[in-house]
């Protein structure tokens, strides 16, 4: 079976692991911790980074420090895996679904705009597999409403609107290094901002709601939370940075082989990048615009039967049952009803791929 996901693993991230697992207790407990949070702050340019048991859990600790609670209102685009919703649930806020722009599958700016009441008070663009939100616009918006912008950028380490990286262009912005994403740990994630006030209340969430006073520490002013990566994690994690340029040339390699022979297919769009935007297609991914004869979910059935692994995009969040709103989402459900992430693994080679795109082909009676 040809997976659709699977990560980069060489001698160095070995070596990283092992040396944690020797050296990194007691007073170099937290040695590759430091390493990996350094180096984000470094890239990205920012003040504070703290890295996560998982970007769900990063986002929730960023939500409820910039002050989102019961009765406010937080844009989401109608496309997006679930956890960007649901850490507003978490706070007691009210999550409000919006549009997709139909070619980067991320947050329409339009229907942004007109989803704002005054009740509002954040929207988080999500850089969806890969592909940068517009931000420009987005930003502009947000600051003509005074709204604070937390960016999911779960997928998109690396990737960059008008040569500027995702991630930095909100009050916080939130990884991923689940062990599909484009660097991993297995489970984990990283924040970073360049909010001094907002850090210092993430941190202390982060600490279980310990007192910020040094000389007190086991005094609980808060309630906290559990959100703490290991120090093994994260040596993986710096092992993955260090070669974070390696891995994106890797997937956009990969998505070139897969436009080379499907981009002029009629009616199937593939994920490609904007003009603006540099993605790191963590997912190279189709949308069967046209009506070719088969439904998406017997054509992945059929592929999985050549054995090709293949994913359905994510459902348009707005009709998940814990929230089923009425909003008018329609590039958000034509392209979750009608999409497929196909197989993006680092270690896909391109005679994969061209077994991969004749399948595809096949069963479009092409």
Not at 144 to 152: A, C
Not at 158 to 177: E, Q, W
Not at 233 to 243: D, I, V
Request: with cysteine.
């Amino acid at each position: 079976m040809i997976l659709t996901a699977g990560p980069s693993i060489t001698q160095k991230e070995i070596d990283y692991v092992n040396d944690a697992v020797k050296t990194g207790w007691n007073n170099n407990w937290n040695s590759y911790l430091t390493k990996l949070e350094n180096a984000f702050k470094d890239k990205f340019a920012a003040k504070h980074a703290l890295l996560t048991s998982s970007c769900t859990g990063a986002m929730h600790m960023a939500i409820r420090a910039m002050g989102i609670g019961e009765g406010d209102e937080v844009i989401v685009p109608g496309l997006t895996w679930v956890a960007t919703a649901s850490v507003v649930n978490y706070v007691g806020g009210t999550p409000v679904f919006v549009d997709i722009d139909k070619k980067t599958w991320t947050m329409d700016p339009e229907s942004f705009r007109n989803a704002i009441t005054d009740k509002t008070k954040l929207v988080m663009p999500v850089h969806l597999y890969g592909h940068p939100a517009k931000m420009d616009e987005i930003v502009a918006i947000a600051k003509e409403h005074n709204l604070k912008i937390l960016e999911d950028a779960a997928p998109a380490i690396g990737a960059t609107f008008n040569g500027k990286y995702c991630g930095t262009f909100g009050d916080v912005a939130a990884f991923s290094f689940q062990g599909a994403k484009m660097m991993v740990t297995g489970e984990g994630g990283i924040l970073i901002t360049n909010d001094d006030d907002i850090f210092a209340n993430i941190k202390q969430y982060s600490e279980h709601g310990r007192s910020k006073d040094p000389n007190n520490t086991f005094w609980i002013e808060t309630i906290g939370y559990k959100y703490k990566m290991s120090n093994i994690q994260a040596a993986l994690g710096l092992a993955q940075f260090e070669r974070i340029n390696e891995l994106i040339d890797r997937k956009r390699l990969i998505f070139s082989w897969y436009e080379k022979r499907l981009d002029e297919i009629e009616g199937l769009h593939l994920n490609k990048e904007a003009d603006w935007a540099k993605s790191i297609y963590w997912m190279t991914s189709i949308f069967l615009e046209n009506d070719f004869g088969i439904l998406r979910n017997e054509l992945m059935n059929r592929l999985k039967e050549d054995g090709v692994d293949t994913r359905p995009v994510f459902p348009a969040i707005s009709k998940y049952p814990m929230w089923h709103s009425d909003c008018h989402n329609p590039n958000a459900i034509a392209i979750s009803e009608n999409s497929i992430n196909l197989p993006s693994g680092h270690n896909l080679d391109e005679g994969q791929v061209e077994y991969i795109c004749k399948s595809i082909i096949k069963h479009l009676n092409l």
